[in-house]
T-cell receptor, first 112, second 112 residues
Framework: GENVEQHPSTLSVQEGDSAVIKCTYSDSASNYFPWYKQELGKGPQLIIDIRSNVGEKKDQRIAVTLNKTAKHFSLHITETQPEDSAVYFCAATPGSWGKLQFGAGTQVVVTP | NAGVTQTPKFRVLKTGQSMTLLCAQDMNHEYMYWYRQDPGMGLRLIHYSVGEGTTAKGEVPDGYNVSRLKKQNFLLGLESAAPSQTSVYFC???????????FGPGTRLTVL
């Protein structure tokens, strides 16, 4: 089955710096790659997603890149702010149906 | 528009007791999902439904049953709770597969 590995598990950055989280997947049939942000005590919320026919997608300070050949995708957050502190999860969609397989999560802490 | 709601928010059970978690969505979504979240393991799919009256097994279905009698509701049942089922449970819904999933606020379950 699909295995999604996410690194790092924790990331501490200074406010204003950039943060990068990387994920790798094993099933080449995966074609949808969402990123979710989870704040303490809340459910995950989608922040950006990318499909396999696109190499990069950007939404304001957030961007995602996808390398299908290498089977890895990354989340980039620029000009980090304290409200970016949360746990971030990547996910892939093994097989043809589209069930999400999540990474283990990255705890991001933005210090003022 | 409440989105996805879950009841209860917290519950403590003794080993062997049963309970039902209720998920409701008011977005007219066809697809609904139940996940469990454990430290360091991301979210794992328990069961899902692709429409009213349908259910299917996810990654970790053992010990759980589900029902989708109405389109807006998805119930998760534990017939005989075990300490290994101590977790945070999230319900989610989506309009289509391979589309954004909307998550509820979660239910924290402790089995003693």
């Amino acid at each position: 089955g699909e295995n999604v590995e996410q690194h790092p598990s924790t990331l501490s950055v200074q406010e204003g710096d950039s943060a990068v989280i990387k994920c790798t997947y094993s099933d080449s049939a995966s074609n949808y790659f969402p990123w979710y942000k989870q704040e303490l005590g809340k459910g995950p919320q989608l922040i950006i997603d990318i499909r396999s026919n696109v190499g990069e997608k950007k939404d304001q300070r957030i961007a995602v890149t996808l390398n299908k050949t290498a089977k890895h995708f990354s989340l980039h957050i620029t000009e980090t702010q304290p409200e970016d502190s949360a746990v971030y999860f990547c996910a892939a969609t093994p097989g043809s149906w589209g069930k999400l397989q999540f990474g283990a999560g990255t705890q991001v802490v933005v210090t003022p | 528009n409440a989105g996805v709601t879950q009841t209860p928010k917290f519950r403590v059970l003794k080993t062997g007791q049963s309970m039902t978690l209720l998920c409701a969505q008011d977005m007219n979504h066809e697809y609904m999902y139940w996940y469990r979240q454990d430290p360091g393991m991301g979210l794992r799919l328990i069961h899902y439904s692709v429409g009213e009256g349908t259910t299917a097994k996810g990654e970790v279905p053992d010990g759980y049953n589900v029902s989708r009698l109405k389109k807006q509701n998805f119930l998760l049942g534990l017939e005989s709770a075990a300490p290994s089922q101590t977790s945070v449970y999230f319900c989610a819904s989506s309009y289509k597969r391979l589309e954004r999933q909307f998550f509820g606020p979660g239910t924290r379950l402790t089995v003693l």
